[in-house]
């Protein structure tokens, strides 16, 4: 019994060391880090005017008014729920993630068309062979915050009649809120869709102050 008892001696202290290390030690100091370093980003990006958070930087959300740019389809709402949902335990989707229907699912087929044809009656100027693929496709997350420059830009002449801000407004706003390739060279531009809303929310009046 004693042999035994050496025997697992070194082999259970190594665990518990490791467990301390690993599992306790080595996210303390990381997320003190990240606090000190990146205190934004590590609290999730939170966009917060006029004391109350409107959204994050890296989630997506649905916007319904006409004098908001839209963003892509999300699978799963963009994980939506209302407080009481919350408060009762009802909800009960998935956090995030994407049907992963294949391109001959009818699906996936009559989900496009009913977001096209939702797109197309919102932006009557835009054929619908010149709708941006991502306006059309939910991203892998169901999160995605982002946009393609040319999504953005598509929808900018409904933007104008319904918020009756100038071209050259919607425009700069876009432009203040695409972010460049990764170093130049790594991955797309992209746009915020929630920041640009916020700043169309303050040039129409709606908000105090812009987010940072």
Not at 121 to 140: C, F, M, Q, R, W
Not at 177 to 183: P, R
Request: proline share 5%; with cysteine; net charge neutral.
């Amino acid at each position: 019994m004693s042999t035994f008892l050496k025997g697992i001696k070194k082999p259970f202290l190594v665990t518990i060391a490791l467990l301390l290390i690993c599992g306790l030690a080595y996210p303390l100091l990381l997320t003190g880090i990240s606090q000190i370093i990146f205190p934004q980003q590590a609290n999730g990006s939170l966009i917060t005017i006029d004391g109350q958070t409107v959204g994050s930087k890296l989630i997506g959300q649905n916007f319904a008014d006409d004098r908001f740019m839209k963003g892509r389809p999300s699978a799963v709402n963009y994980n939506t729920y209302t407080q009481e949902d919350k408060d009762s335990g009802t909800y009960t989707g998935v956090g995030s993630g994407s049907k992963n229907y294949g391109p001959t699912n009818p699906e996936l087929v009559k989900r496009v068309e009913a977001d096209m044809a939702d797109f197309l009656k919102a932006n009557p100027s835009v054929k619908k062979e010149d709708i941006p693929t991502d306006l059309l496709t939910a991203s892998g997350s169901g999160l995605d915050p982002h946009i393609s420059p040319a999504s953005a830009a598509v929808q900018i002449p409904a933007l104008v009649k319904s918020t009756g801000l100038s071209k050259e407004t919607l425009e700069a706003i876009v432009k203040k809120n695409t972010q460049g390739k990764f170093l130049g060279i790594f991955g797309e531009e992209t746009v915020n869709v929630l920041m640009v809303n916020l700043d169309i929310a303050k040039e129409l009046g709606l908000l105090k102050q812009a987010a940072d």
